[in-house]
């Protein structure tokens, strides 16, 4: 060996050395590309049903009915994730994303230019319900796969960045249409129209960014076979594997977690304490935004320098929304509370979105081969958004069977929040433990 490669490697770490893998030269654009891929293509349509959801409806010329049954059609997806794990491991994930964006970019233009007959809306809808099954995992594995250079090292806080920047850039991308309308308030359809279009029009760019900086990644190989059969065998080898459940459940819970947050914020302030709507949707932005774009950063420190374990920050963060839940259900009711309960609030919330920004990194951690890691990330997907099912409607049918008296809803549904997050950071901490025993159990072989 050289002296010069010699004093190389005893020399002391540069700031830029203990830098995670993905965030040096050579690697942040393809995180990057992976992260906006993952942001981009909903930028244009999902990403406006919170703050410019009536603006979209008139825009489209559909009803609030039309278009609770187009995002109906969008969230078959969940449907589908474990039988699109096939497709995340027979074909590489620069290919899924590609071909997604592609679909997105075609389909846009014919919403966008032509505004078709809601029959064709409704067609548009189910594809990309259909094909969000095969992107949506894709986008967590690229990302995983990235970060994957520092071994578990740097996969929490690659999560943690997947749901920082896309929240941000959500946040900035809507503030400017909203800026827009504002200018010219008596434009507001041409406007949106506008928005959509040339927000659809970036994912022309993405599409050369993905084939260019995307690296490839491995598939399922099985010998003397072919390909679409590794594919499915790689499938049912995740399947039958515990932890991969154990990892899907504790995030489940924590996504269900995250629902009933949305109704305990600014809905709550109004129903219980009587804020101003207006006033109260300001402290929901905050709450339920905001906070997510710092918690998610946060969550990726914590992870890989503190815990050294996504695992464990995602156990953490249920933990601590049981701690928080619990306070907000000994509180009293009455007026003189309010501060109080605005920052418990805003301390679930940040607890709530500190799991959130690494949901999936304990399915990474399980270290499974980069031939199936993908299915792995589907079935992962598949059970975090199971909640969307039930809690949904549950947390509607309890404020209703209690509008007289809403307190009395809520707490149900912080009872609920509390026992649904003590269930997850119980599989979390399982499946540290699992996780310690089965690399244990590998380092004996």
Not at 18 to 27: D, E, I, V
């Amino acid at each position: 060996m050289s002296t010069d490669a010699t004093l190389a490697e005893g020399a002391p770490k540069t700031w830029k050395d203990k830098l995670p893998g993905f965030m040096r030269r050579g690697k942040l654009v393809p995180f990057l590309t992976v992260v906006m891929s993952g942001q981009l293509v909903y930028s244009s349509f999902e990403a406006f049903k919170g703050s410019l959801l009536i603006p979209l409806q008139n825009m489209l010329g559909v009803s609030a009915t039309e278009f609770g049954v187009l995002m109906g059609w969008i969230g078959i997806a969940t449907f589908f994730y474990v039988p699109a794990g096939w497709i995340q491991n027979r074909f590489k994930v620069k290919t899924i994303l590609f071909w997604s964006i592609a679909w997105r970019l075609l389909t846009y233009a014919i919403l966008y230019l032509f505004l078709p007959p809601f029959s064709v809306m409704v067609a548009i809808a189910i594809s990309w319900g259909l094909l969000d099954a095969i992107m949506w995992p894709a986008v967590v594995n690229g990302v995983s796969l990235v970060a994957r250079e520092e071994n578990s090292e740097g996969q929490g806080m690659a999560m943690g960045l997947l749901e920082s920047i896309r929240r941000f850039a959500e946040f900035a991308m809507n503030l400017i249409v909203i800026g827009a309308m504002i200018i010219w308030d008596d434009q507001a359809n041409l406007v949106m129209r506008i928005a959509c279009i040339v927000y659809a029009a970036l994912l022309i760019p993405l599409l050369y960014c993905v084939h260019k900086y995307v690296p490839d990644n491995e598939i399922a190989k099985v010998e003397h076979h072919s390909n679409s059969y590794a594919a499915l065998v790689g499938l049912f080898k995740v399947i039958v594997k515990p932890r991969v459940w154990m990892a899907g459940l504790a995030a489940l819970t924590l996504y269900w977690t995250y629902v009933n947050l949305i109704y305990c914020s600014a809905p709550y302030l109004t129903l219980v304490f009587g804020i101003d709507e207006g006033l109260a949707g300001l402290f929901g932005i905050i709450n339920t935004g905001f906070m997510g774009i710092v918690a998610g950063l946060v969550a990726g420190i914590i992870s890989d320098y503190v815990f050294k374990s996504s695992t464990k920050m995602l156990g953490s963060a249920l933990g601590l929304v049981v701690v928080v839940t619990a306070v907000v259900l000994l509180l009293p009711h009455g007026q003189d509370m309010l501060w109080p309960s605005m920052i418990l609030l805003m301390l679930m919330a940040f607890a709530t979105f500190l799991g959130k920004g690494v949901i999936l990194a304990p399915v990474a951690e399980l270290k499974l081969p980069e031939g199936i890691s993908g299915s792995a990330m589907s079935v992962g997907s598949f059970l975090t958004y199971a909640s969307i099912f039930w809690a949904y409607p549950m947390n509607g049918a309890i404020l209703d069977a209690n509008a007289a008296n809403p307190a009395v809803g809520y707490e149900q549904i912080f009872t609920i929040t509390l026992v649904v997050a003590a269930i997850g950071a119980v599989c979390a901490l399982g499946l540290v433990f699992l996780n310690k025993r089965a690399e244990k159990k590998e380092s004996n072989a």
